[in-house]
């Protein structure tokens, strides 16, 4: 029954990014993109972000919940 686990994963998935949706839209991660490291250029004409700081966080937490994610899936 592989169809079965994978429609389990797609609905969990989906209700997973439903929710950070949501979070986003309430302001939760408002501090994203304005970490110390991230660089931001304005300029007339011309804006620039580079969020470095803030993806270095998004992989770290990415590898540890699939890490854990994967211990646990059979």
Known sequence: MPDRSVGTLLVVAGLALAFIGAL??????????????????????TRVYVPITSMIIVSILLTAVLSIARRFWP
């Open 24 to 45: 986003v839209w309430a302001g939760v991660f408002s501090w994203l993109g304005r970490l110390p490291g991230d660089i931001r250029v304005e300029r007339p004409g």
